[in-house]
């Protein structure tokens, strides 16, 4: 029994758009939850900034140096 009221909660309501109120804008809301979220997973510290730049930047020198016929044969 408890695992049929886990899985089909019957004391929450139904979201549907009739049951909402007629001012509230459903995809402004999700558009605002959904970018809250991506703010949060994807907060990066100025190190980490950093610190992506200068790999790029030294992988991008490393393969400028080498040249594409060294980096095949070491594939």
């Known amino acids: 029994m408890l695992r049929i009221i886990f899985l ?5 309501p139904a ?3 009739c049951y909402l109120r007629s001012d509230f804008n459903f995809a402004l809301y999700l558009g605002y939850a959904y970018g809250k979220t ?3 997973f994807f907060k990066w510290s100025l190190f980490s900034v950093i610190l992506l730049f200068v790999v790029v930047v030294f992988l991008n ?3 400028e140096i ?3 016929e060294m ?3 070491l594939l």
Do not use: Q, R, S, V
């Open 8 to 12: 089909n909660p019957m004391h929450l």
């Open 15 to 17: 979201l549907t758009e």
């Open 38 to 40: 991506l703010t949060k």
């Open 61 to 63: 020198l490393i393969f």
């Open 66 to 68: 080498l040249g594409d």
């Open 71 to 73: 980096i095949y044969a």
